[in-house]
């Protein structure tokens, strides 16, 4: 059964990068990977999407090495609003694995 | 705004009694899904629908129930609700569902078990 793990906690001060990383070693072919934010009492919400190498939109970059078996979030300049959690989540046929989940602090 | 709606945001009810959580969306999208979110944890999908086929994750308890009525609207029925849960239901779309598909959340009802 595929398993994704993340570090349960990152801190940070604002104005810094920040990269989170997601272990899924067992990642299978069709899998794609999408990372999600979390604030507290409200449903997750999508931040970035890709397959392998590099995807980069206008808040978030997402690096897939070449074997595919983790995959890391990188914020650019973080701030106070970035605080929340942070998930990865495999997406494959028949098959939706969220990730352990990363509570991200940033600090002013 | 085209979005996710739960209500209530907050649900009481006592342990055995059947309670029923409800979703609707303005995003005219195919499949609709519902999670259950424990306190830390991830969210832990129980089942979805694409348009009219329902699909069951299988350890999803029996005690959960589903019905989705028309496009817009989904619930989720808990016949004999335990304290184990209490718990935030989260529902969620996507236009298709295929890979590659962005999942929208509504804001989530929490559910107290007394």
């Known amino acids: 059964l595929a398993k994704t793990t993340q570090p349960i906690s990152m801190d940070s001060y604002e104005g810094q990068e920040v990269n989170i990383t997601c272990s899924h070693n067992?990642?299978?072919?069709?899998?794609?990977i999408t990372w999600y934010q979390q604030f507290p009492s409200q449903g997750p919400r999508f931040i970035i999407q890709g397959y392998k190498t590099k995807v980069t939109n206008e808040v978030a970059s997402l690096f897939i090495p070449a074997d595919r078996k983790s995959s890391t979030l990188s914020l650019p300049r973080v701030s106070l609003s970035d605080t929340a959690v942070y998930y990865c989540l495999l997406e494959g046929t028949d098959k939706l694995i969220f990730g352990t989940g990363t509570r991200l602090q940033v600090f002013p | 705004d085209a979005m996710v709606i739960q209500n209530p945001r907050y649900q009481v009810t006592q342990f055995g009694k059947p309670v029923t959580l409800s979703c609707s969306q303005t995003?005219?999208?195919?499949?609709m899904y519902w999670y259950q979110q424990k306190s830390s944890q991830a969210p832990k999908l129980l089942f979805h629908y694409y348009d009219k086929d329902f699909n069951n994750e299988a350890d999803t308890p029996d005690n959960f129930q589903s019905r989705r009525p028309n496009t817009s609207f989904c619930f989720l029925d808990i016949r004999s609700p335990g304290l184990g849960d209490a718990a935030m239901y989260l529902c969620?779309?996507?236009?298709?569902?295929?890979?590659?598909?962005?999942?929208?959340f509504g804001p989530g009802t929490r559910l107290l078990v007394l």
């Open positions: 969620a779309t996507s236009r298709d569902e295929g890979l590659r598909e962005t999942q929208y």
């Open positions: 067992n990642i299978a072919t069709n899998d794609y």
């Open positions: 995003l005219n999208h195919n499949v």
